[in-house]
């Protein structure tokens, strides 16, 4: 299949790679151009110009703002090169709003559209075991299957557009607040005088343990906040969760207290240190020493 | 070994049965007194009667005012038949520094406290695979080891006199916030228009997992929201943390929050409810009808 490849960052690099050693052609296009070199694929210079003879556009950034250059800029992007009958991906985390409308300017033009986040860290996509969370018609989200298996290990077909973005926006919701319940236990923990391995023993052995402590507790052990997930994209994440929640008229009351520790940790200069290092503030808040 | 029994409620019966079970010699008391009735038992008048000629007196009741009426009340308290030599082991989860008070008001007389509040619910304590979290110093906390061996699967001694409580603390704000989070992405994603059984069935699939979820997930699902773990007992719980965490100038921001939601909750008839029921309050601060 002809692949267009638009976003060869942590997580599009990776995937593009399964898709060359699945046997598909691949042009690919990064905003920094070097990054966007894989063995086995062709460098385009715009979207646009990636996109112009592919069966399929994949499309993999970091925010709203560049999913919709990539997508919708008059001269470069995607949709100033859409053809009828093709596919437009975008696994990126973005406005599900946004996602909604971006399907319904391709659609006009005869093309389909399908929001397709995706979890399962770096680790996952070198792997080709990530889970998808699809929105999207059914028929183009049929045809994207054998992409799908290339990259990923599980797919969850929610509905229409902006039904996967929903999803994967509920699902960091979730991680964000198990980590807070994590951080908050161990600081209180900690003042109390109690080690954090302690604290971790006891997590894993009882209804507490959890697949974000489970991976998260060994890297706050050693006190590593190195990124893995970066705090700014979950802010971001967050952002587009509290955005979604006000269009939809849903109160998320911890949520928005949770997005408060977010912004103060940002400003203290942690936005590039993993999304964990909120634990630090919250032990700085408590006058701990560590 | 003969053993003073008071509180003999939910946990505080099964705990007492398998140390019937085991062969000991149980006094059993309780405020209501038909229910500290247990084939194999005796049951006396009082705290302090029950006490009078135990080795052991062990109390699992609901709150720290039960707790000081069993122990410290002057005329049918535990202190008032206390000797030289007896262990103290308090079950309830109570606010760590009265117990470390209660403590040491044992200790002028010569007896030994431990706080041992435990995880594992009623079905834990049925099966004897409760959890118990410890606080003591190390001479009597040894000396419970064959009692702690016929009633759970584990200890966690983590220091002296109030430690087992404040581990239990930070453990209980670990499973208020596991839920809220679910509970705020499961209204999220049920407004967007997705099923409460695809959330359950991600959840499942990714790092979100967690014992919590995996435990109140088919109930959410069901709609049961009869009490396993009543609403009032976390809320009670959550004081004693923002009580503990204030005592020790600790900030815990997203937990202040939730207070305020199960604040709300019981003051909407949900206090004798499981604490799942909270999400029953979001779903109607969202507009949801089920």
């Not at 996602?99 to 080709?128: L, Y």
């Not at 509905?159 to 951080?183: R, S, V």
């Not at 994440?237 to 849903?250: F, K, P, Q, S, T």
Request: glycine share 10%; with cysteine.
């Amino acid at each position: 299949m002809r692949i267009a490849f638009c976003g060869t960052g942590i997580m599009g690099r990776p995937m593009a790679i399964k898709l060359i050693e699945a046997g598909h052609e691949l042009r690919l296009w990064n905003r920094t151009p070097e990054k966007a070199s894989i063995p086995g694929g062709h460098i385009a210079a715009s979207p646009a110009e990636a996109a112009r003879e592919a069966d399929v556009v994949w499309v993999c950034v970091s925010d709203t703002a560049a999913a919709e250059r990539v997508l919708l800029d008059p001269a470069a992007g995607v949709l100033s090169a859409v053809r009828p009958g093709m596919i437009v991906a975008d696994s990126s985390t973005i406005s599900p709003r946004a996602s909604r409308e971006f399907a319904a300017r391709f659609a006009e033009r005869g093309a389909a559209f399908a929001d397709c986040p995706v979890t399962g860290s770096k680790a996952g996509a070198e792997k080709g075991e990530l889970i998808f969370i699809v929105g999207g018609e059914p028929e183009p989200v049929a045809k994207l299957q054998p992409l799908f298996a290339v990259m990923g290990k599980r797919v969850f077909h929610l509905g229409g557009n902006g039904m996967g973005l929903a999803a994967k926006l509920a699902m960091n919701l979730n991680i964000a607040l198990i980590y807070e319940g994590f951080a908050e236990g161990l600081v209180l923990a900690e003042k109390s005088g109690i080690p954090v391995a302690s604290m971790l023993e006891i997590i894993s052995a009882t209804m507490l343990r959890s697949g974000v402590v489970e991976y998260k507790g060994p890297w706050v052990e050693r006190r590593d906040f190195s990124p893995n997930f970066p705090l700014r994209w979950m802010h971001k994440d967050i952002h587009l969760m509290l955005e979604h929640a006000r269009e939809l008229r849903v109160k998320l009351p911890a949520l928005e207290t949770v997005e408060e520790v977010y912004a103060v940790a940002g400003e203290e200069g942690m936005a590039d240190l993993d999304y964990a290092a909120t634990l630090t503030l919250l032990e700085k808040w408590a006058g701990i020493q560590v």
